[in-house]
């Protein structure tokens, strides 16, 4: 069993380009979180989905920021017009509904906007 | 509001040496998780362990032992004779019923010298 994958694992841009970061979950999960981690500090949670619908966003998602989950299988997030406050990890997690969940990372992606 | 406090920065220690990582948090959910996750410099999260609020027992795994105290809302984590290998941030995390949304500490960093 492959754990959640994330792709590219790093990215350079310059300000106000558009980045797409892609994630793949663990095959069974039906559940994805995004989450994003600056230097020194923890994740912090930005948005999930629930198969294909996404249940929860974040303020800290702002409206350059866009994630889906066309399929309930993989997800992308979209961030337009980057500014250099952007640069961070990225991280995605999946999990599994129950009453108890764990939240299982993929590698991230790192992400510099200069 | 939900909250998890790691008060340590960095901690050093001497291999083979005993340590102790604190994490207190505030949540008024009756009912809650706490997870323990290790970020090694390769940057992925790895889960360590769950637990839920109903669960005060102490739990052991090897040189892994984690103390669950509700009365102090607090969840320490302890590494009985550390090794280099054990060098990273440790973060502990609270999440809710339905899992979607799990707040991180801040992290402890564990530098164990050789």
């Known amino acids: 069993d492959t754990g959640v994958s994330q792709d590219p694992r790093h990215k350079i841009t310059k300000r106000g380009q558009n980045v797409t970061f892609r994630c793949d979950p663990i095959?069974?999960?039906?559940?994805l979180y995004w989450y994003r981690q600056t230097l020194g500090q923890g994740p912090e949670f930005l948005t999930y989905?629930?198969?294909?619908?996404?249940?929860?966003k974040s303020r800290l998602l702002s409206d350059r920021f866009s994630a889906e989950r066309p399929k309930g299988s993989f997800s992308t997030l979209e961030i337009q017009r980057t500014e250099q406050g952007d640069s961070a990890m990225y991280l995605c997690a999946s999990s599994v509904t129950g009453a108890a969940e764990t939240q299982y990372f993929g590698p991230g992606t790192r992400l510099l906007v200069l | 509001a939900q909250k998890v406090t790691q008060a340590q920065t960095e901690i050093s220690v001497v291999e083979k040496e005993d340590v102790t990582l604190d994490c207190v948090y505030e949540t008024r959910d009756t009912t809650y998780y706490l997870f323990w996750y290790k970020q090694p410099p390769s940057g992925e999260l790895v889960f360590l362990i769950r637990?839920?609020?109903?669960?005060?027992q102490n739990e052991i795994s090897g040189r892994y032992s984690w103390n669950f105290q509700k009365s102090t809302s607090s969840f320490n984590f302890t590494i009985t004779a550390s090794q280099v290998v054990d060098s990273a941030v440790y973060f502990c995390a609270l999440g809710n019923t339905g899992g979607f949304k799990t707040i991180f500490g801040a992290g402890t960093r564990l530098f164990v010298k050789a």
């Open positions: 095959s069974e999960h039906n559940r």
């Open positions: 989905f629930q198969n294909e619908a996404q249940l929860e």
């Open positions: 637990r839920n609020s109903f669960d005060e």
